[in-house]
């Protein structure tokens, strides 16, 4: 019997790899290794998915949450209200801007945070908050932006594991300023290394993205610096991937979240486990499938004994984070306790039926056993 990996991203590139490499061939012979047509038209493509005027590609998820917030006028100085549950990249990425991140704690059920724990951590120097779409499911965007907007911050979404997600209906970008993404290989839409991407609606923050990720230049003078920006472009190679990998984004979504539904009733029961899931109005895509129990180090064992590969997104919060130190002594314990408790099974959208059935049984073995 074959193992079940966690994520097996080679099937999909079996399948679209040729024509990605005649594409890549093609770019080589045109020379055009920088910017160019094929950024261009991924950028177009994408800002369209996500129902948005502009996407600004940049070098990766990290470098898009950073300068969303540098281009929306966020510094020195600044708080930015986030959550500690998530991948170190989002704090990175404040910390980069000038910023201060202040944690705050997340619905215990979908492990997202909400508007009341927001509200009660506005201060005098609070200027923008910075949601996490965590494993796919979108937070209350209706709650958080109404804040916003009554206290005058900015809201840039963190949007790196929630490529089409929905709330009440209508795309990410309908909210806030900014939208960022990343495109790390494992991502709903993945590349061929690292990318990311800003989603606006707004022209100027759009052309001072551009500024930014391209050392400061504007007026398209290669010598001439408007801003003080860096080298956070894109590299076209990644566009041509994420091009011919966006038209079965959607698709690849509605499997996610059969997917999901199959899971949560084989699950159904078993144990102690609960399922993380969106909140009701969301609709998530959900990048990973995450249940919890306070039994996880045992079953995370005996599943890997069973061939079974899981993971844990995240096991250390980021305020118990080393680097982090000096947020320590934070009380945030709903973060605490799912941190200690949540376990990633096998989820991906080539993952078949038989395969959902042979990790859910796997796991009600587990369970059996402990009685």
């Known amino acids: 019997m074959k193992d079940i990996p966690l994520v097996d991203l080679s099937i999909p590139h079996k399948r679209l790899g040729p024509a990605i490499v005649a594409a890549i061939e093609q770019m080589v012979a045109d020379s055009e290794f920088i910017g160019g047509k094929r950024l261009k038209n991924f950028e177009a493509e994408f800002a369209a998915f996500a129902g948005a005027r502009f996407a600004v590609g940049v070098s990766n998820g990290t470098s898009a949450i950073a300068l969303a917030l540098k281009a929306s ?118 590349a061929w290394g690292d990318a990311g991407a800003i989603v606006t609606d707004d022209e100027k923050m759009a052309e001072h993205l551009r500024s930014l990720r391209d050392h400061g230049r504007r007026s398209g003078a290669k010598y001439v610096h408007e801003d003080i920006g860096g080298n956070y472009r894109m590299d076209p190679i990644q566009a041509i991937v994420l091009s011919h990998k966006l038209p079965e984004l959607g698709l690849g979504n509605a499997r996610r979240r059969e997917l999901f539904r199959c899971y949560s009733e084989c699950l159904a029961g078993i144990g102690d486990i609960s399922i993380i899931a969106p909140p009701k109005r969301g609709t998530a895509v959900h990048h990973l499938f995450v249940i919890r129990s306070k039994f996880r180090e045992g079953l995370k064992s005996f599943l890997k004994e069973k061939g079974i590969a899981t993971g844990i997104h995240y096991p250390l919060p980021l305020h118990k984070q080393p680097a982090f130190a000096r947020y320590a002594a934070l009380d945030l314990p709903s973060t605490e306790r799912l941190c200690s408790e949540i376990l990633s099974l096998p989820f991906y959208p080539e993952l078949r039926q038989e395969q959902v059935l042979r990790v859910s049984d796997t796991v009600r073995e587990f369970f059996e056993k402990r009685t």
């Open 73 to 190: 006028g966020v510094g020195p100085g600044d708080e930015v209200i986030t959550v500690a549950h998530t991948f170190i990249a989002t704090a990175e990425a404040v910390l980069e801007a000038g910023a201060v991140p202040v944690f705050v704690d997340v619905d215990p059920a979908s492990g997202v945070m909400t508007a009341e724990n927001v509200a009660a951590h506005v201060t005098g120097n609070t200027r923008a908050v910075l949601p996490v779409h965590l494993y796919g499911h979108p937070v209350d965007l209706s709650a958080i932006s109404e804040l916003c907007s009554k206290r005058g911050l900015t809201l840039i979404q963190d949007s790196s594991q929630a490529h089409g997600a929905l709330w009440d209906g209508m795309p990410l970008s309908a909210f806030g300023e900014a939208q960022t993404y990343s495109f790390y290989p494992g991502k709903n839409l993945g």
